[in-house]
């Protein structure tokens, strides 16, 4: 939403930790682009896109990520309606990290 008075975070409780973006019709996609509440953490998370909300493939794996960064940077080339980022949960973190931007171009 282009906007850094908002963010998104699931509880830590939530046994789903995705938020899930609908472009209204099929894109080309070309990069998402992630910038979590802590820039300074290394984050695992993955992203998965999808043209019909049902059946979902893999646009990034970051589930083994030690890398900290603002924003994450991740690229292929598919044509999506959805996408979908899911964050891992992380188990020293007591909290989860948020999402202040998901850009997909």
């Known amino acids: 939403d282009a906007d850094y008075a908002t963010l998104w975070k699931p509880n830590a409780t939530d046994s789903a930790r995705w938020l899930k973006a609908d472009l209204g019709k099929v894109k080309?996609?070309?990069?998402?682009?992630t910038r979590f509440e802590y820039p300074n953490r290394a984050m695992q998370y993955k992203i998965e896109y999808s043209t019909n909300n049902v059946s979902w493939?893999?646009?990034a794996d970051n589930t083994n990520n030690?890398?900290?960064?603002s924003p994450m940077v991740d690229?292929?080339?598919v044509k999506a309606r959805y996408l979908r980022i899911t964050l891992c949960?992380?188990?020293?973190?007591?909290?989860?990290?948020?999402?202040?931007?998901?850009?997909?171009r």
Do not use: D, Q
Not at 95 to 104: K, L, P
């Open 57 to 59: 493939a893999l646009f």
């Open 66 to 69: 030690h890398t900290a960064g």
């Open 28 to 33: 080309s996609v070309a990069v998402c682009e």
């Open 89 to 104: 949960p992380v188990p020293s973190e007591r909290s989860t990290c948020g999402i202040w931007e998901f850009v997909i």
């Open 75 to 77: 690229r292929k080339k």
